[in-house]
């Protein structure tokens, strides 16, 4: 799994990943902050992930947030002072624009190694429209585990009560429920992808 995992350190551990194609994505992200976004020419995954330089690397910082096509969804990477943080978006998209938005952190080599799974989903009443929440992380060494939400049927629940709480939720087990959501993987990091879209302020 490339997204989210350590691939390219902060920018892609954590990733946003909507239920419709980057352009539709792009044009109420840039609404948020009066920005404005444009196709980037075909380019690896590791030549875009160039186009949201950290915090660190910028004179000025600005936010830029890249939609990378996925079929009927994309995935959304972005330049936050840590790193790749969608925030609120994935539960804006479900609230205000009717389809599935998700949060998925994967990270084995970060200070604090995390797996993560949010998943909103339109019409669902709870804050934002979350529907199901699953972690396993550590903090200074001291892992945790938990769930909120109903469990969907293909969850391998079984491993929920394992002893070590780190291999209760896997960046293995990560990528199959992605996959079972219906969101796309990326195969490899050095083929071309076509249509990613760059949202950032004008100037």
Excluded: C
């Amino acid at each position: 799994m490339l997204l989210p995992s350590d691939i390219a350190g902060p920018a892609t551990r954590e990733v946003g990943f909507f239920e419709t194609e980057a352009r539709n994505a792009s044009q109420w992200i840039a609404s948020i902050g009066n920005r404005s976004w444009h196709l980037l020419p075909s380019a690896t995954l590791v030549d875009l992930i160039r186009e949201v330089p950290s915090a660190a690397d910028m004179r000025d910082f600005a936010r830029r947030d890249l939609l990378i096509p996925l079929g009927s969804w994309s995935a959304l990477i972005n330049n936050s002072v840590a790193g790749t943080d969608v925030g609120g978006l994935p539960g804006v998209a479900a609230e205000y624009h009717g389809y599935r938005g998700i949060r998925a952190v994967s990270s084995r080599l970060s200070e604090h190694p995390a797996t993560m799974l949010e998943v909103y989903e339109p019409g669902i009443g709870a804050p934002l429209n979350r529907r199901r929440l699953i972690y396993a992380m550590s903090d200074r060494g001291r892992w945790s585990f938990d769930t909120e939400g109903e469990p969907f049927d293909f969850e391998e629940t079984e491993n929920y009560s394992k002893r070590r709480i780190r291999d209760r939720f896997t960046p293995e087990m990560l990528e199959r429920y992605l996959i079972a959501l219906g969101v796309p993987m990326l195969e490899s990091a050095d083929d071309p992808i076509e249509g990613a879209i760059l949202v950032a302020s004008e100037g």
